[in-house]
Structures are given as structure tokens and as C-alpha cells.
């Protein structure tokens, strides 16, 4: 089947919390077709690639995103048409090109993904074979460890919690069915016993609870809680991670708790707390603990942390390999968050996990607090043998249709499908 690109168009859809964003569909001259869509981040960090917003406060508060919309319709189709939609790097170095900046700040990052995302469905399909072996070849067959995030904070909630995701990680659990399973379980665990306490059982962005907790510890201790009350064994079965999200805490000079309202911390401070709460409570991995532009505080942290504990970067490496590059230079982190729309197209952010890959940095592919019911980051997941996914709590269908595909893949996989620990050794760092 002919993979020449005959048309793109786009339109602007609604995200989960129901601000505007990018989905484009690339239509293949044998008539098959392939659609894309963007999420949104609230915890944005300052490097990300440029979401183009219309900035027209007649419409939706200024989130409109036809500017977007019309520079696929306009600039990126007549470009693209005639091109072969299974050439990925092609077509995204083509995109690259047309918007010529350095953030894809001239055409939006949200124009240029929706595009990207939209060839690559495109291909497979006209391929006959489903997304993650068209990307992934017919080796793609490991199943990523869900990070599962069932208490939120920070910016996706309106609660106490100064720190922004509170994860269980079944990483003991025989396949990815069974892992979703315990997570499963345990969320509704908590459910009951946030409710036997009186809190509020309301999930924030990204399908977590957000109770009114008096404290970070309360938040970890009820996860344990939760985990033992379904019989499975904190830091065998199930472990704990965290996404402090710390870049949004930054002010003069340290870290504030502004809405629990605590003392200002230093990095040193953080890195302590971390170091604590370790080795009191079975954690497995910590996000964004400090800064995007504390590199010495992260140096650090890595030095205190990095043997035994999986440190993401988010904020500070912005899926960008260049970030990156200085970062395994710096011995900063030992672990990259993935969220392609950070960069803005498939190839890009496949050059930044390979660059991971080959310095022993974890990846861990993931969906954004704005989402939509687009589940390509769980095929991408398994086509780029990421071995880990966070896509919030096995609540709200734009989360759950991420597991849901994901568990279509391993029934599809069957016997083949592989689901590794990456944390075996009582929870640790392998
Ligand atoms: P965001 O948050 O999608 O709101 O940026 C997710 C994260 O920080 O990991
Ligand atoms: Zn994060």
C-alpha cells in the first residue's frame, strides 16, 4: 500500500481539562489516513519546545489554538504532500526545517507534533501492522512498568501538598496485566481509606485523589497503608515514586512551600528529605526533586541519591538530547522523562532516548496533565522498549486509555510480551 502523503489538515479539539489543543490527520494517497493529537502540560518547564497559543482573549481565554491549526493547514500540508509518511525522519526533518527555530516557537511545537504523530499512525496503517511494531520493529515486545499516579499535588490539585505526585509502582507484579492489577487495587484501597478518614476521595488532573493532607509523609505513609491492605508487600510488589515537580517551588534563592506553608528549603535541604524519606519508605524514584536550573543542587543530589534510587529529569532535560548531552556530562540524574511534545516531533524525541541508552539513563515515557483520548505514547512506549510509562491513575478515560491500549498490546503480544523489574533487589536500583 502507496505511504505518499496526499493530505494533512488539522483541527483544534479539547484537551482533559478543556482547553484547546492540536489534532492533525494525514491522509495517504491509497486513502488510508492516520490522526494525531496534542496534550498540555501545567508544570511546564522553561526549555520545552513552544506551545503556539492564539493569545485572543475573546476565545477561550486566550488558549485558542488556531494559529496552530491554520500553520498545518496553510504551511506544513502543501509541504508534505508527496512526501512518504514511513520516511519519519524525513518528514520530521522536514518539519524542523519549515519552522526553523531553535523552540518551534515560528509554526508551535503543538503544529509540529500533531503532524508527526499523525505519519506515523499513517504508516502503520497503511503497513496493516499495529503502531508499536511499525515503530518498533518485530523485537518490541517489553511492556513498560506503570508509574501510576494516585495522590496528586502541586499544580494539578488544589490541596496541601506542596509536591506534585505521589506514584505507586507495581514493578514486582509477573506481567503488565497483573501490574495494573495490584495498581488497581491499591488505588481503591486508598480510596476506602481516605474515606474512612473523612478526606475527600476528588482526584486532581491526573486521576490521583487530592485529599486535604496534613503533611508529604501522611500522603507516603497512606500509600504504604493502602499497599499492605491488599496483601501485597510494599517494596517487593509495589514500591513508591515520586514527581516533586521542584521547579515550580524555585523562589530567591530556594524552595518554598507555599501551600503548606513551611520554612524555605535550600537544595540541601531537599536532598536530606529525599535522603530520609528513602530510607524509611520503600521509593524507588524521584522527579524533578530540585530545580531545572539548580544543576549544581542536582549534581549533588545525583552524588547523595544516584546508586540507589532512579532521579528523573523533567524540567531539566525537557526531552531535548542537547539537555541531556551536558547532564550525563554533569552526572546529573540517572534517569530522562519522555514527553514528545517537550520537543516536538517522533524522531527528536527517539534521539534523546537513544543518547540514554547509551549512557545507562533510564527512560520513562510519559503522558502530560492536559491530555487527550490519544493513547500513542503506550504504543511508543513498547516500540521503544522504554521498559517504563506514567500516565497518571487508572482513573479518567484519557488516562485509562493509555492502560487500555497497553494491555490490548500485551494480550496481542501474547506469550512474547516481556514485563521486566527494573527495580528487583528489594525495590533499588538494578
Ligand atoms: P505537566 O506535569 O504535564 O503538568 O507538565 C507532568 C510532570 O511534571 O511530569
Ligand atoms: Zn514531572
Same mark, same amino acid.
Given at each position: 500500500?502507496?505511504?505518499?502523503?496526499?493530505?494533512?489538515?488539522?483541527?483544534?479539539?479539547?484537551?482533559?481539562?478543556?482547553?484547546?489543543?492540536?489534532?492533525?490527520?494525514?491522509?495517504?494517497?491509497?486513502?488510508?489516513? /492516520?490522526? +494525531?493529537?496534542?496534550?498540555?502540560? !501545567?508544570?511546564?518547564? #522553561?526549555?520545552? =519546545?513552544? %506551545? *503556539? $497559543?492564539?493569545? @485572543?482573549?475573546?476565545?477561550?481565554? /486566550?488558549? +485558542?489554538?488556531?494559529?496552530?491549526? !491554520?500553520?498545518?493547514? #496553510?504551511?506544513? =500540508?502543501? %509541504? *508534505? $504532500?508527496?512526501? @512518504?509518511?514511513?520516511?519519519?525522519? /524525513?518528514?520530521?526533518?522536514?518539519?524542523?526545517?519549515?519552522?526553523?527555530? #531553535?523552540?518551534?516557537?515560528?509554526?508551535?511545537?503543538?503544529?509540529?507534533?500533531?503532524?508527526?504523530?499523525?505519519?506515523?499512525?499513517?504508516?502503520?496503517?497503511?503497513?496493516?501492522?499495529?503502531?508499536?511494531?511499525?515503530?518498533?520493529?518485530?523485537?518490541?515486545?517489553?511492556?513498560?512498568?506503570?508509574?501510576?499516579?494516585?495522590?496528586?499535588?502541586?499544580?494539578?490539585?488544589?490541596?496541601?501538598?506542596?509536591?506534585?505526585?505521589?506514584?505507586?509502582?507495581?514493578?514486582?507484579?509477573?506481567?503488565?496485566?497483573?501490574?495494573?492489577?495490584?495498581?488497581?487495587?491499591?488505588?481503591?484501597?486508598?480510596?476506602?481509606?481516605?474515606?474512612?478518614?473523612?478526606?475527600?476521595?476528588?482526584?486532581?488532573?491526573?486521576?490521583?485523589?487530592?485529599?486535604?493532607?496534613?503533611?508529604?509523609?501522611?500522603?507516603?505513609?497512606?500509600?504504604?497503608?493502602?499497599?499492605?491492605?491488599?496483601?501485597?508487600?510494599?517494596?517487593?510488589?509495589?514500591?513508591?515514586?515520586?514527581?516533586?515537580?521542584?521547579?515550580?517551588?524555585?523562589?530567591?534563592?530556594?524552595?518554598?512551600?507555599?501551600?503548606?506553608?513551611?520554612?524555605?528549603?535550600?537544595?540541601?535541604?531537599?536532598?536530606?528529605?529525599?535522603?530520609?524519606?528513602?530510607?524509611?519508605?520503600?521509593?524507588?524514584?524521584?522527579?524533578?526533586?530540585?530545580?531545572?536550573?539548580?544543576?549544581?543542587?542536582?549534581?549533588?543530589?545525583?552524588?547523595?541519591?544516584?546508586?540507589?534510587?532512579?532521579?528523573?529529569?523533567?524540567?531539566?532535560?525537557?526531552?531535548?538530547?542537547?539537555?541531556?548531552?551536558?547532564?550525563?556530562?554533569?552526572?546529573?540524574?540517572?534517569?530522562?522523562?519522555?514527553?514528545?511534545?517537550?520537543?516536538?516531533?517522533?524522531?527528536?524525541?527517539?534521539?534523546?532516548?537513544?543518547?540514554?541508552?547509551?549512557?545507562?539513563?533510564?527512560?520513562?515515557?510519559?503522558?502530560?496533565?492536559?491530555?487527550?483520548?490519544?493513547?500513542?505514547?503506550?504504543?511508543?512506549?513498547?516500540?521503544?522498549?522504554?521498559?517504563?510509562?506514567?500516565?497518571?491513575?487508572?482513573?479518567?478515560?484519557?488516562?485509562?486509555?493509555?492502560?487500555?491500549?497497553?494491555?490490548?498490546?500485551?494480550?496481542?503480544?501474547?506469550?512474547?510480551?516481556?514485563?521486566?523489574?527494573?527495580?528487583?533487589?528489594?525495590?533499588?536500583?538494578?
Amino acid at each position: 500500500m502507496t505511504t505518499t502523503i496526499e493530505g494533512v489538515s488539522a483541527r483544534e479539539i479539547l484537551d482533559s481539562r478543556g482547553f484547546p489543543t492540536v489534532e492533525a490527520m494525514v491522509t495517504l494517497a491509497g486513502g488510508v489516513h /492516520g490522526t +494525531g493529537a496534542v496534550p498540555s502540560g !501545567a508544570s511546564t518547564g #522553561e526549555r520545552e =519546545a513552544i %506551545e *503556539l $497559543r492564539d493569545g @485572543d482573549p475573546k476565545r477561550y481565554g /486566550g488558549k +485558542g489554538v488556531r494559529r496552530a491549526v !491554520a500553520n498545518v493547514n #496553510e504551511i506544513l =500540508a502543501p %509541504e *508534505l $504532500r508527496g512526501m @512518504d509518511a514511513s520516511d519519519q525522519a /524525513g518528514i520530521d526533518g522536514k518539519l524542523i526545517a519549515l519552522d526553523g527555530t #531553535e523552540n518551534k516557537s515560528r509554526l508551535g511545537a503543538n503544529a509540529l507534533l500533531a503532524v508527526s504523530l499523525a505519519c506515523a499512525r499513517a504508516a502503520a496503517a497503511a503497513a496493516k501492522t499495529p503502531l508499536y511494531r511499525n515503530l518498533g520493529g518485530a523485537a518490541a515486545s517489553l511492556l513498560p512498568v506503570p508509574l501510576l499516579n494516585v495522590i496528586n499535588g502541586g499544580r494539578h490539585a488544589t490541596n496541601s501538598l506542596d509536591f506534585q505526585e505521589f506514584m505507586i509502582v507495581p514493578h514486582g507484579a509477573p506481567s503488565f496485566a497483573e501490574a495494573m492489577r495490584y495498581g488497581v487495587e491499591v488505588y481503591h484501597a486508598l480510596r476506602k481509606l481516605l474515606e474512612s478518614r473523612h478526606l475527600t476521595t476528588a482526584v486532581g488532573d491526573e486521576g490521583g485523589f487530592a485529599p486535604a493532607l496534613g503533611s508529604h509523609e501522611e500522603a507516603l505513609d497512606l500509600l504504604v497503608e493502602a499497599i499492605r491492605a491488599v496483601g501485597l508487600a510494599p517494596g517487593e510488589d509495589v514500591s513508591l515514586a515520586l514527581d516533586a515537580a521542584a521547579s515550580e517551588l524555585v523562589e530567591a534563592g530556594g524552595y518554598a512551600f507555599r501551600k503548606s506553608g513551611g520554612p524555605k528549603r535550600s537544595a540541601d535541604d531537599l536532598i536530606a528529605l529525599y535522603d530520609g524519606w528513602c530510607r524509611s519508605y520503600p521509593i524507588v524514584s524521584i522527579e524533578d526533586g530540585l530545580g531545572e536550573n539548580d544543576w549544581a543542587g542536582w549534581q549533588r543530589l545525583t552524588a547523595a541519591l544516584g546508586k540507589r534510587v532512579q532521579l528523573v529529569g523533567d524540567d531539566v532535560f525537557v526531552t531535548n538530547e542537547r539537555l541531556l548531552a551536558r547532564g550525563i556530562q554533569d552526572h546529573v540524574g540517572n534517569a530522562i522523562l519522555i514527553k514528545l511534545n517537550q520537543i516536538g516531533t517522533v524522531t527528536e524525541t527517539r534521539a534523546a532516548m537513544k543518547l540514554a541508552a547509551s549512557a545507562g539513563y533510564r527512560s520513562i515515557v510519559s503522558h502530560r496533565s492536559g491530555e487527550t483520548e490519544d493513547a500513542f505514547i503506550a504504543d511508543f512506549a513498547v516500540a521503544s522498549g522504554a521498559g517504563q510509562i506514567k500516565t497518571g491513575a487508572p482513573c479518567r478515560s484519557e488516562r485509562t486509555a493509555k492502560y487500555n491500549r497497553l494491555l490490548a498490546i500485551a494480550d496481542e503480544l501474547g506469550g512474547r510480551a516481556r514485563y521486566l523489574d527494573p527495580f528487583s533487589g528489594g525495590g533499588r536500583l538494578a
